[in-house]
Structures are given as C-alpha cells and as structure tokens.
C-alpha cells in the first residue's frame, strides 16, 4: 500500500528558530513535492524534486529550502521562521518521468506548523 | 500565471447531489483531477479525466469536462454525511509532472 509519512503532524516554533520538516515516501517515487495549504488560496507549491540531489522552486520558494539526499526522502527548511510561514505543509510523490502522462500525487497527512 | 478557481463553499442536504465547479487556464493540459481532503488528513485521489474525454463516471461520481470553456466539474448524486470534505481540482500543464491545484471548495453536508 502506498504511503507517505511525515515527521510531525503538529509543531510549534518561535519566530526565527530553523524548522526541519521531514517527509518519506515506501513507493520508490522519482518525484517529490511540498505545498502549503492555506484557507481560500488552496494548495500552493514551494518546491518540488525530480531525482536525488535534485530541486526546482515552485511557486512561493522565498524563505523555504528543501533537501534530498536520498530518493525516499524529502526534507523542507524553514532557515529562520517568521509567523508568516504558520500553515499546514504537505508532503507529496509521484513516480515518473516517463512516457505516461497520467500522474497521480500520493500526499502525506500534514504538518500544521504555528511560528509564535 | 496559471490559475486553477473553485468557489469556496457548498452546503447541500444529505440525499441530494452536489455539484463543484472548477475552471482552469490550461488548455494543453492532459488530465484533469479531483482530489477529496478529509478534515485532518491529507489529499486523496477521487477520480480524473483524460482531456479527450467530455464525461466520465464512476459510481455516485460524474466529472463534465467543457474544453472549449475550461470548465469542470465533479458532480456527487445521493450525497452523504461522509463526502462532507475540501475538493480539490487540479490540472497537470501539460505533462510537466507537477500539478496545479485549485482553491478547495468545502462540501458541508446536513443530515
């Protein structure tokens, strides 16, 4: 069964403390991803990987840095966190490239992070 | 940019349909999606359309696609207690492996 986990489901932090976020995924997905969901501007991407070593900024990357060692792993940090950041961030993978354009993204449960 | 817009709220009575209405920008987009995210957890995959495709249905689910207009939409017949979630639509720009979600639209469902 498919499965993407994330480290935390819920964190607290204060403003200016650096933030780990850790997501993995069982499914030896080539793609990764981490969004931040927030109420009426729906899912929005921060970055996203294609291969180990490998990262491309979404769509709101300022203040955000990701790391990917290892395939399974993805991790999102937040180098000094601002109570702008308070959000739910999720996780997500999705195998691919290739020729099939269909591509289901597989999403961890979330983490509700609160910068005080 | 690419904007993906949903309205945000929908409240329907329990045993009736629901309708949810997406329209997106993309038009070389391949697949069109709908996920459903329970309150708590993360997004799930509901069900997705090929673009070539004007209607697909999969038990109570019925997705319309309007190319021409950009227009879908996911319609639930006998709603229940249970569907109560955020739906969310998503194309995918094209096969660029990345999605692009829409805002959510919250189904409340009374008993």
């Known amino acids: 069964d498919v499965k993407v986990t994330q480290s935390s489901r819920y964190l607290v932090k204060r403003t200016g403390e650096k933030v780990f976020l850790e997501c993995v995924q069982d499914?030896?997905?080539?793609?990764m991803f981490w969004y931040r969901q927030d109420p009426g501007l729906g899912l929005r991407l921060i970055y996203f990987?294609?291969?180990?070593?490998?990262?491309e900024k979404g769509d709101i990357p300022e203040g955000y840095s990701v790391s990917r060692e290892k395939k399974e792993r993805f991790s999102l940090i937040l180098e000094s966190a601002s109570t702008n950041q308070t959000s739910m961030y999720l996780c997500?993978?999705?195998?691919?490239?290739?020729?099939?354009?269909?591509?289901?993204?597989?999403f961890g449960p979330g983490t509700r992070l609160t910068v005080l | 940019g690419e904007d993906v817009e949903q309205s945000l709220f929908l409240s329907v009575r329990e045993g009736d349909s629901s309708v949810i209405n997406c329209t997106y920008t993309?038009?070389?987009?391949?697949?069109l999606y709908w996920y459903k995210q329970e309150p708590g957890a993360g997004l799930q995959l509901l069900t997705y359309?090929?673009?070539?495709?004007d209607m697909k249905q999969d038990q109570r689910l019925t997705v319309l696609l309007n190319k021409k207009d950009k227009h879908l939409s996911l319609r639930i017949a006998d709603t229940q207690t249970g569907d109560s979630a955020i739906y969310f639509c998503?194309?995918?720009?094209?096969?660029?492996?990345?999605?692009?979600f829409g805002t959510g639209t919250l189904l409340a469902v009374q008993p």
């Open positions: 997500a993978s999705s195998s691919g490239p290739g020729p099939v354009l269909y591509n289901e993204q597989f």
């Open positions: 359309i090929f673009s070539n495709m």
């Open positions: 990987s294609y291969d180990v070593k490998m990262k």
């Open positions: 993309d038009s070389s987009s391949t697949y």
């Open positions: 499914m030896d997905h080539e793609n």
């Open positions: 998503a194309e995918d720009g094209g096969a660029t492996n990345k999605l692009i």
